[in-house]
């Protein structure tokens, strides 16, 4: 109440403290944080794999050596590494999504249900990529 009424008197033109709110040195750091926090981050990684996704499309389209050269990068150990993260992130945001989705509907919203719903997000993502690339590593031979 205090701050509001300094506020108030504050001059015109002057500038005004901006309040301050809990943030994540206050917070002690818990799975639905960091649940959140991998959302709006694999939210992000899927950005980057669309641009890949472009980039294999234009190097299709350049002819048979540049798509050449794509495939060799995507194959090499740290291509294969950012496809297995476009992988974790592409399965974690779809459990988030169903995740949130409950949330919206009403449900979800007890801690130990909650809790529980993240871990299962990671997990889904982490299982399901790593099945998709044993998948993957079996069809290649």
Do not use: C, E
């Not at 818990?30 to 939210?43: E, K, L, N, P």
């Not at 999504?97 to 993240?118: E, I, Q, W």
């Amino acid at each position: 109440m205090s701050q509001v009424k300094a506020d108030a008197k504050a001059p015109t033109g002057a500038r005004r403290a901006a309040p301050m709110s809990p943030h994540l040195q206050i917070w002690r750091w818990h799975v639905t944080m960091a649940a959140s926090i991998a959302t709006r981050a694999t939210g992000v990684a899927l950005y980057v794999g669309l641009l890949i996704v472009v980039g294999g499309a234009l190097t299709l389209a350049l002819g048979p050596s540049a798509y050449g050269t794509f495939m060799t990068v995507m194959g090499s150990p740290l291509g294969l590494l950012v496809l297995f993260g476009l992988a974790v992130s592409i399965f974690y945001h779809l459990a988030a999504g169903l995740r949130h989705l409950a949330f919206d509907s009403g449900k979800g919203f007890l801690p130990a249900t909650a809790n529980a719903t993240a871990w299962a997000s990671f997990a889904f993502g982490i299982v399901a990529a790593i099945a998709v690339f044993i998948g993957a590593f079996m069809i290649k031979g």
